[in-house]
């Protein structure tokens, strides 16, 4: 997929369209990039059009101006889907990118023909006690970085990722991550706990994988008590980023979720 961008817009995007077929909008994790989802868009790239982005700081995604914030990131993303002219998509968002896109489905819910969103947590009711743990623990995995990214890259890779491979996948994007990016995550907060749900005119999926950390096995339990019509998948030999560890797991779900929700 060529990368495309919009004027007055920090955000690269890349597009792979098919005949007649609905939109699937993917948003990646933390200190990576599009490429995560390389082995969904093979899978799915016949069957659906295709739009991925770069979260702000991150792959191609860097030229930026003063004032641009990681919490613009859903305006920009919804200019990009009136200039390619599309009215609604599936949303696909893992740990940071399940955070945007839910502020995106806060802000255009007239958008969103589904949500689905993998080792992340209700941006809309956080435990204000998970929220410091979360916010204890980032600020330790940045700590990191401003030593060494590829310390930072090698502890990061066995967080979020389960098996050897996506490991090893996840590394080889998170060491091109600039440490001058981190100064975007710092308005994170600005989303959290900023709207309450409302009734969603779409299906809500929510997951991760069973070797994920605590907190977020935890998390997902929350959510779904709030939200007891959501559809809760847990991946087994799986940890945070499950699209990357257990691709064709995840293709099937993504596939039969997409089909109840088109139906």
Known sequence: MQPNKLANSPITYFVSRTTKAEWILFIHAAFVNHN????QFDYFKNKYNILAIDIIGHG????TQKGDTID???KWIFDILESESIDKVH???????????????????HAVSSLACFGGYDINNFNAKMQKENSAKQKLMMLKALFSIKWFAKANKKISAYTSQAQNEFFSMNILFPKKSFMFLATLNR????YKTG?????????????????ELEAIKAWKSGEPD??????ENAGHCVNMDVPQEFNKTMAKFWKGASQ
Not at 230 to 235: D, N, R
């Open 191 to 194: 989303m959290v706990n900023k």
């Open 72 to 74: 613009k990131m859903s």
């Open 199 to 215: 009734q969603r005119n779409y299906p809500l999926l929510i997951g991760c994988g069973k070797f994920d950390i605590p907190m």
């Open 36 to 39: 995560m989802f390389k082995a």
């Open 91 to 109: 949303i696909v968002g893992v740990s940071l990118g399940a955070v945007l896109a839910q502020d995106f489905a806060n802000h255009y819910p």
């Open 60 to 63: 191609q995604s860097t030229d």
């Open 230 to 235: 959501c559809t809760v998948v847990l991946f």
